[in-house]
C-alpha cells in the first residue's frame, strides 16, 4: 500500500499508532485524502506523490502537491516546503495541508510562483516500518535515508531558490525562526528575507548559526546546485492549540512567499 492517492491514503493512516496523539493521525489520513480530492478539480495546485520507495515488497510516496501560478515560466519563483520531519508529531504535517487547501481554494497568491509542498517527509516512520530517526538532522549528500535520497534527487532536478522547514518545537511559548545560507552566499546586510512584521500578532525568536557551514538539509548539497539556495526553519510551540498553530503558520508562510517574490522580482530588475 502507498501513500499516493490512488491507494488512499487514510487507510494507510488509520492502520498505524502515533505516539503521542493518535487522533492526528486519522485526520492526517482523511485532510490527506480530501486534499487529493480537490486538487483534482483545481487549475493551479496539483498532486503528484514522489516515489516510489520499495519497502518489504510494498510501494510507498511522499505527498507532493505543486502550485503553479499565473504565468509561471523557468524563470519562475520555485520554492520548497517540508514538514513532517518526524511522524510521531503530525501537527505541521496538518498545518501545511491546510495551506495548500488554502491555496487550491483561493489561487491568489501571485502569478509567476513555483511551489512544492511535502507535508508528510517521514512516510516510513507513520508506517511502522523504520525505527525512530532523526530526518531533520540527515546530511542530504550522506544519507540512506528513502524519504531524504528523494527529496535530493528532486531538488537537483527542480532547483529551488529556497526552501522552507516546518517544526514544532517543545518548552517554549513563541515562533523560532532560523535562517541560513549556502556557504559564502550570505546576503548583504540590507537585504531583509524575513522580518518580523510578517509575525504579528505571533511573537516571534530568531536563531542564526551564520558562518557554520550547514551539515543537514538541503543546504548540505547546496554546493551542488545550479542555484545557491536558502533555508528557513520555522519551528511552532507544540502548546499552542491546534488551530493557532494551523493559522499562524497559512499566515506567515503566505506572507513569505509574497516578500520574497518581491524580493526576487525587485533584484531581476536592478
Known amino acids: 500500500m502507498s501513500l499516493s492517492h490512488s491507494s488512499r491514503p487514510a487507510a494507510v493512516a488509520r492502520g498505524v499508532s502515533l505516539s503521542y496523539d493518535t487522533s492526528l493521525t486519522s485526520l492526517f489520513g482523511e ?17 503528484s506523490p514522489l516515489g516510489p520507495i520499495q519497502v518489504a515488497n510494498r ?14 515560466s ?17 501537527r505541521s504535517t496538518l498545518a501545511l495541508l491546510h495551506v495548500v487547501e488554502q491555496i487550491a481554494l483561493k ?16 512516510v516510513l516512520g507513520l508506517a511502522s516500518l523504520a525505527a525512530e530517526r532523526d530526518l ?22 527542480s532547483g529551488y531558490h529556497g526552501f522552507v522547514r516546518l517544526e514544532t518545537v517543545r518548552g517554549q511559548d513563541v515562533a523560532t525562526v ?3 545560507f549556502a556557504p559564502n552566499d550570505y546576503p548583504t ?4 528575507l524575513v522580518s518580523s512584521d510578517d509575525f504579528e500578532p505571533f511573537r516571534v525568536r530568531w536563531e542564526s548559526d ?26 511552532l510551540p507544540a502548546a499552542w492549540p491546534a488551530e493557532q498553530y494551523r493559522d499562524a503558520t497559512a499566515s506567515i508562510l503566505k506572507r513569505f512567499i509574497i516578500r520574497y517574490r518581491g524580493f526576487l522580482a525587485y533584484g531581476q530588475n536592478l
Open 210 to 235: 551564520a558562518g557554520h557551514p550547514p551539515q543537514d538539509g538541503p543546504l548540505s548539497i547546496a554546493g551542488d546546485l545550479a542555484i545557491s539556495p536558502f533555508e528557513l526553519t520555522l519551528r
Open 74 to 90: 523557468d524563470v519562475s519563483l520555485r520554492l520548497a516546503f517540508t514538514a513532517g520531519l518526524d511522524h510521531r508529531d503530525l
Open 178 to 180: 532560523r535562517l541560513r
Open 107 to 122: 489561487p491568489d497568491i501571485g502569478q509567476g510562483l513555483n511551489l512544492s509542498f511535502f507535508p508528510l517527509v517521514d
Open 136 to 157: 531533520a538532522s540527515v546530511n542530504w549528500s550522506q544519507t540512506a535515508e528513502p524519504e531524504i535520497t528523494l527529496l535530493e534527487q528532486d531538488a537537483r532536478l
Open 189 to 192: 546586510p540590507d537585504v531583509q
Open 59 to 72: 510501494a510507498f510516496h511522499l505527498p507532493r502537491f505543486v502550485y503553479f501560478g499565473p504565468h509561471t
Open 31 to 47: 485532510q490527506l485524502a480530501g486534499l487529493y480530492d480537490l486538487v483534482q478539480r483545481s487549475q493551479f495546485v496539483f498532486g
